[in-house]
């Protein structure tokens, strides 16, 4: 059997933390292992360690590396629509187009919600995170007041909260199965129609 190729650092830093997001996704904060991950990453554990100082600081980076791809995906999907109105629904649009991503963000939201109450430092970080979150739907909805798509009296942080809830319920939905049918996309119409009609 002939070896892998060594990677580069960032590289290899790169493999773990895609391993370890997928493995995190899959079987809990709790339940996964720094062995398993290093194993399916194929690296030893003394290297993952020297890329992340410990099990937590893997998985808040998990967290923090599938929410910068998400903020990637919405930059992009705002920058492709030309008409402000449908911004944030093109943002949810490609959420739900980003599969594999939206699956590993849901389950580590969804997990890190779990843990954050026995863990203060995964609950401080959650809460940092989902403010990020936060004020980065603000601001798109802001912009889309500032061209006129949508009513200047609507608030735009309470928007954005309705915004984050609403993943949030797709993330909860997926990991029970599914809501009813088409109930999901009856909710992102509804949020569509209220936020844009005057």
Known sequence: MSARPRLPAEERRAVVLDTASRVFARCSYRGATTAEIAR???VTEPILYRHFASKQALYLACIESAWQRVRAAWD???ANEPDP???THAM???FFEFKEQRSAVAQLWLQ????SGD????RRYLRRH???VHAFVAEVVARCQAAGAIPAERDPRAEAWIFVAVGLLTAVAGRLGGLPPN????IRAARRAWLTRP
Do not use: M
Not at 112 to 115: M, Q
Not at 119 to 122: F, G, L, Q, S, T
Not at 183 to 186: K, N, S
């Open 76 to 78: 992009e999907a705002v």
């Open 112 to 115: 890190a919600l779990t843990e």
């Open 119 to 122: 863990d203060p430092e995964i």
């Open 130 to 132: 989902l403010r990020d």
């Open 40 to 42: 399916e990453a194929g």
């Open 183 to 186: 109930d999901l996309e009856r």
């Open 92 to 94: 949810a649009e490609a």
């Open 85 to 87: 109105r449908a911004w």
